[in-house]
């Protein structure tokens, strides 16, 4: 597997994270996998950031992203919990943020760098995940 397959792999399972762990009603995504799970703004707010790039990657369908972001927009507008669409706009960063930039640089430069070794383990370990 090359380099760059095994990163889009990475990303895209990385990115699953949120469509296995989404509230379809309400648009809200729990903070870890475990059952049960609380949402947390942040995570939803880190969520609708995502969205974009998914739907650029093919991981999920611009109806499906703009369905879900609309669904968590609603909830927060409508919230009486006073968590308001000013507190969601208080975690959602434009893609690509200055930072986001930056960091798409350096894994460019570190995926020129992966050893086989870490090769391998990447490799490992995702097959084990699916």
Not at 89 to 95: F, L, N, P, R
């Amino acid at each position: 597997m090359s380099d760059e397959a095994l990163l889009d792999r990475c990303q895209a399972t990385a990115f699953d994270y949120f469509l296995e762990n989404v509230n379809d009603a309400n648009g809200l995504v729990a903070d870890t996998s475990r059952h049960g799970s609380p949402a947390s703004i942040a995570v939803v707010g880190f969520a609708l950031s995502c969205y974009p790039i998914g739907v650029e990657r093919g991981w999920i369908s611009r109806a499906r992203a703009a369905e879900l972001t609309l669904a968590a927009l609603r909830f927060f507008r409508d919230s009486a919990h006073g968590m308001g669409l000013r507190a969601l706009a208080g975690v959602i960063h434009a893609y690509p943020t200055q930072a986001g930039a930056i960091r798409m640089a350096a894994d460019a430069y570190q995926r020129s760098r992966l050893t086989p070794l870490i090769q391998r383990m990447a490799a490992r370990w995702l097959r084990l995940m699916r």
